[in-house]
């Protein structure tokens, strides 16, 4: 059923999907007076800018979903979608989609390296192709009667996901440039879609990059979950784990116990937060 939001709400609080509202009837027509409080919040920093963008509130999981190919696998994108779930405490899964085209050795070879990582990192990582039906009901098991967010490029595959949970949803699926490996934009706002069970699934715009500039620098050391075993095991309480020396994080990584990558990720992510030209999407280990 469709509502619309009284004016004084959207100068107050921009209403977004997963928003639980209060309403009363105005000529058969739902009127949005308030919305309540919101439990929780997966946010990004609207690029080129300093303020934040809430793109769902009230979401218990959040799917960050990538391909391996159109769109190929990009780790500063699924890192900094992991970052922001984690800030806010909000549980997180991978999502490796399209994995229909995962057809040579060296597509095996670079799963083989992803889940190596992500698994590592602490992540549960769900293989599913939208097209064969691979995976998808190991995920909705998972998911189910949750409120879930997905997070992810243009052309990943959100939308065929929701599609395959609900065939009859009318939307419209892009495909991805040929020339660019990248997305289309076909979802332009963001859409809460009821699976059954008590599960919500948020179908999200694609996003180009998913900037977490809101994230204090200090803090970015408890968004990776592989750090927390070793934060206490620094020379120094103040360490930040770039240069200090006695550093158990740094300690960790030269061990092995902690993915050199994801290692790399938290070094750009800290100069980017520091105002260095730490572009993580010229990084080596992006990839």
């Not at 694609?206 to 977490?212: E, H, P, R, T």
């Not at 730490?278 to 280990?285: R, V």
Request: net charge positive; charged share 20%; glycine share 10%.
């Amino acid at each position: 059923m469709s509502a619309r939001v009284a004016g004084r709400v959207y100068r107050g609080i921009q209403p977004v999907a997963g928003d639980r509202a209060l309403a009363a009837e105005d000529a058969n027509i739902p009127v949005v007076e308030a919305i309540l409080p919101r439990e929780s919040v997966l946010q990004r920093t609207v690029p080129l800018g300093r303020s934040t963008q809430i793109i769902a509130s009230n979401v218990d999981i959040v799917l960050a979903i990538c391909s391996l190919h159109q769109p190929d696998f990009s780790h500063g994108f699924l890192c900094r979608a992991l970052v922001a779930a984690r800030w806010r405490k909000l549980r997180a899964v991978v999502v490796l989609n399209k994995m229909d085209l995962c057809l040579s050795g060296e597509d095996r070879t670079l799963l083989a390296g992803i889940l190596s990582v992500y698994e590592g990192a602490g992540y549960t990582v769900f293989q599913t192709s939208t097209s064969t039906g691979r995976g998808t009901g190991e995920l909705m098991k998972h998911i189910r009667g949750s409120t879930v967010v997905m997070a992810g490029p243009s052309g990943a595959g959100k939308t065929s996901l929701a599609k395959r949970y609900i065939p009859a949803l009318d939307v419209r699926i892009g495909s991805v440039n040929p020339k660019t490996s990248k997305g289309r934009h076909t979802t332009v706002t963001a859409r809460m879609i009821p699976l059954g069970s008590e599960t919500f699934l948020i179908d999200t715009p694609g996003l180009k990059m998913f900037s977490i500039e809101h994230v204090p620098r200090e803090e970015l050391q408890f968004c990776f979950p592989e750090f927390d075993e070793y934060l206490g095991r620094c020379r120094f309480r103040d360490c930040l784990h770039i240069s200090e020396p006695g550093c158990g994080v740094k300690g960790a990584v030269e061990l092995g116990s902690i993915s050199g990558i994801r290692y790399g990720m938290y070094e750009a992510f800290m100069r980017e937060a520091e105002g260095q030209q730490g572009n993580y999407l010229s990084a080596p280990s992006e990839r």
